[in-house]
RNA sequence: GCACCCGUAGCUCAGUUGGAUAGAGUAUCAGAUUCCGAUUCUGAGGGUCGCAAGUUCGAAUCUUGUCGGGUGUACCA
């Protein structure tokens, strides 16, 4: 996009001694631009409303109306102007990060546990952000770090033992795995044996033994199906699935980096890693020689280094694992690894439901699955109800109800904790995923219904309040995408959408659009650019965007 | 105890890296459709930006303190 700050800070710096680029902000109220002249003030020995008031004068720029007023510098660019340039520019042109590898890692599954409602979050921001970072022209790596290592297989495999059978199994899948996970949880707290046996099967796994591997693998095999059919809906793409299993033989290779820096230490039994003082040191193995959760981690993220040769690593995972990846990030710097500092903790804040706990232990959950088809019935009754005639109504009522869900999750800046509720999830006005599609499908059906085609737009038709607010928040989409992609922040994406709609549906009750001759073509041209703008856009928080519904 | 995150309208949240009169949605009330899709639009009420100092022309935004909520804090992941 025309860069109008720079060429507002090339004219005003032969004026304003002393100007930076930041001194030139956008504004809304009174202009689009405007320099704020007080600190001036002490330099020049003047008042702010003089200094205005001169650099107005002495100031020309080509296209662009400049005026003084209360000390602020004001610039209103030309509206006809603006709105050629806005139309000449493609949409998704604006590709930033071409060239750049970044590995995103998010919903990271764990094995035997079925998708809750807590897990929305690390899967929708992180799949989300992978379309930005592809949209803003970068190589995004999508990596399902899958939990596949732990004492917990232990415990499934000693109460599949105990209480399953492969007929269950086969039969029921996940369903059978949580419960004998909350069962073997429940037992295990009468009977000590229980834990000797789970720590036992655990060992047998991680020594590779035939059949207790065997039936990893079984259970492993079933939660990613599930998953996978989970990550459909929800349109999310992986491309890699290597979990912490994988990791496992590859801890040694990382203790030799880490000992060629001399870093390794025996403490209180256990190989340690000291950071900082305000940290606790990084436990890279057990006192009975088990790697943990950190070390993996750090074999994940040399792997990742060497394999994808990336330029940056996102962990999309909740806040309260920030100190792990505090520690994670530490002793990668300590090991002298330059892209220690490329790696980030894509914090968010914790959800909870209302009455419900959200640990897969005491089963009490609320399922992704059952939020999302109590959302796909209130559209399908929706639709029904007012559109009857629409065609492949079941399919667009999925991409509704999953849309709201999956909106209502992106819409919020993501570091606050979030109390997720059914009814702000399931609601389907104002400031919602179905009301930025129905906006969408209200475009595509003016424009069907008005035979558009392309051609020649007079530009100063777009020029009044109502259509030229819609024009801005077109002309520096891709420019939001991209501020979104560097802050890590969908909800930048999804705010500006809903911006657009409300502009767009104000522009539509205040004109008529098929008016005929010149102004229809115009406004046509407006309307195909929102439809666009919105379905490109949709895609970028992972909704759908039906033609009509 | 220490560390990190969050406190803005009844509720859910924005607030463009310090700018002009703090904005949306929701809920409530009042309106708009002989005409392009009413899951829409217009209007009204609703605020000591947790509190207190400080920095400066200027603070919701930066600093310090303080209160409230959340999370974490060595062999779980």
Same mark, same amino acid.
């Given at each position: 996009m025309y860069d109008y700050k720079k060429t507002i800070y090339d004219s005003a710096v032969k004026v304003l001694e /002393?100007? @930076?680029?930041? @001194?030139v902000t956008a504004a809304d109220a009174f202009c689009d631009y405007c320099i704020p002249c007080f600190k001036f003030a002490k330099i020049l020995r003047k008042s702010p409303a003089a200094i205005a008031a001169d650099a107005a004068a002495a100031l020309k720029i080509d296209g662009m109306k400049v005026e003084a007023l209360n000390g602020y510098l004001n610039f209103t660019i030309e509206r006809e102007a603006f709105v050629k340039n806005a139309f000449s520019q493609e949409l998704n042109a604006y590709k930033p990060l071409e060239g750049k590898t970044v590995c995103i890692d998010y919903s990271s599954v764990n094995i035997a546990k079925p998708f809750h409602i807590g897990h929305l979050m690390t899967t929708v921001i992180g799949g989300s952000l992978y379309k930005i970072y592809k949209a803003c022209g970068a190589n995004a790596v999508g990596i399902n770090h899958l939990g596949d290592w732990g004492t917990q297989f232990g415990k499934l495999i000693s109460a599949y033992r105990r209480w399953g059978n492969e007929d269950r199994l086969n039969e029921r899948g996940l369903d059978e795995l949580l419960e004998l996970y909350v069962r073997f949880h429940s037992e295990e707290e009468k009977d000590n044996a229980l834990h000797a046996e789970a720590l036992e099967w655990s060992k047998k796994i991680e020594t590779g033994d035939g059949y207790a591997v065997g039936l990893f693998d079984k259970f492993k095999a079933i939660t990613l199906e599930q998953a996978k059919k989970v990550y459909a809906r929800l349109n999310i793409e992986f491309d890699s699935y290597l979990g912490e299993s994988f990791y496992v033989d590859k801890v040694a290779a990382v203790e030799q980096k880490l000992n060629a820096k001399n870093l390794l230490k025996i403490s209180e039994g256990a190989e340690v890693v000291e950071l900082a003082d305000d940290m606790p040191p990084a436990l890279i193995r057990r006192s009975d020689g088990a790697s943990l959760y950190i070390a993996r981690d750090l074999a994940a993220a040399y792997y990742r280094h060497e394999n994808y040769n990336s330029d940056k690593c996102l962990y999309v995972v909740a806040s309260h694992q920030a100190l792990h990846f505090k520690q994670l990030f530490s002793v990668l710097a300590l090991a002298g690894e330059p892209w220690a500092s490329d790696m980030v903790h894509v914090s968010y804040g914790m959800v909870s439901v209302e009455g419900? *706990?959200? *640990? +897969?232990?005491? /089963? =009490?959950v609320l399922y992704l699955n059952d939020v999302l088809a109590a959302a796909v019935d209130k559209a399908a009754g929706i639709i029904a109800e007012r559109n009857p005639e629409l065609g492949n109504s079941s399919r667009v009522a999925e991409s509704v109800g999953v849309g709201a869900v999956v909106f209502d999750a992106l819409y919020d800046g993501r570091l606050k904790d979030k109390n997720f509720s059914l009814s702000d999830a399931l =609601?389907? @006005?104002?400031? +919602?995923g179905p009301y930025v599609q129905y906006t969408h499908a209200r475009c595509r059906s003016v424009l069907g219904k008005a035979g558009y085609k392309p051609s020649k737009i007079?530009? @100063?038709?777009?020029?009044d309040d109502a259509a030229y607010e819609v024009v801005k928040l077109l002309a520096d989409f891709d420019e939001v995408v991209y501020s979104a992609a560097v802050k890590y922040e969908p909800s930048i994406v999804s705010r500006r959408l809903v911006k657009i709609c409300q502009a767009f549906n104000r522009f539509y009750n205040a004109v008529r659009i098929m008016c005929g001759g010149k102004e229809e073509n115009a406004r046509l041209a407006l309307t195909a650019r929102v439809a666009d703008t919105l379905k490109y856009g949709l895609g970028l928080v992972l909704l759908d965007a039906p033609e009509k519904m």
């Open positions: /002393g100007l @930076d680029a930041a @001194d419900m *706990s959200l *640990s +897969t232990r005491h /089963g =009490n =609601n389907f @006005d104002g400031e +919602t007079e530009y @100063d038709i777009l020029t």
